[in-house]
């Protein structure tokens, strides 16, 4: 029986969110997506979402990101391999202080400040980018692990795309048109969780549980591994991660 509950609360959550304007209806219905049609990406869409990004506010006008764009071909060549999911295009975005150092080195006295808005800012950038796809009627997934590209692969992607010391690979996102479509994504935490309306933190244990049950549930019905057991799948590469962005971070002190 709670089977049944869980499996008819997780459909119901499913349901398309009908909302009358077009970009808030596109941000409410947004799911990313894992399987991606052969159906070519052309580059004056890739120019657009680029253009996206670049439209994205920052702090103090910093722009702090840096864009490589790819089609499935310049993938393949850089990287030997596909754009994870068979996406037809990628976008590897990295948090970027290197121009910084050209208009005023004083941000090396503070480095935790700025490393992190510049992960800031190009992370709004590449969350510009996904909702431009969307509204262009295609689909996306930010990746950070799978296929080697993002955060977990610092070192990796620095050769790659000969990345100066202050540029940070963060995240790519791979995107096309979607195989089918996306009916699916998983449980969001109930908003009480989230927003404290009362102006102080309040924790409501039992709410995180019930996410993570269904969250569990949700793994189990898709046949994929829980939180738990992808944490400690990340576990053995972390170390190496954690060793070559800490080594990061300290150059921008010099
Ligand atoms: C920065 C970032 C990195 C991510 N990295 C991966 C990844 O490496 N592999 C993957 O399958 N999904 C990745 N995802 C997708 C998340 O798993 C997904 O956004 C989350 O499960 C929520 O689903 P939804 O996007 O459909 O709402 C990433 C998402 C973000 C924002």
Redesign the pocket.
Known sequence: MKYFFKLLKLLLNQRGIKENNEVLSVILN???C?KFSKKKVTEDIIEKVLLAGASTPSTVNLQTWSFFPFNDESWYKKFNSHI??GGKAAIIICADLKRLEVIDPVFKEYPYFFYTLSVMNA?LA??NMAIAIEGMGLKS???????R???VDYDYLKEKLSLPDLVFP??TIAFGYPEKA?L???P?YDKEVIIHRDGFYQLNEKKVKDWFEDMDFVCNLAGKEKITEKFKNYLKILPRAEEELANAFKKISG
């Not at 997934?141 to 296929?147: A, K």
């Open positions: 947004r799911k990313s894992r994870p999911f992370s590449a969350m997934i930010m990746l950070s692990h799978t296929g590209t993002g955060l963060l995240t996306v699916f994504s998983p969001k």
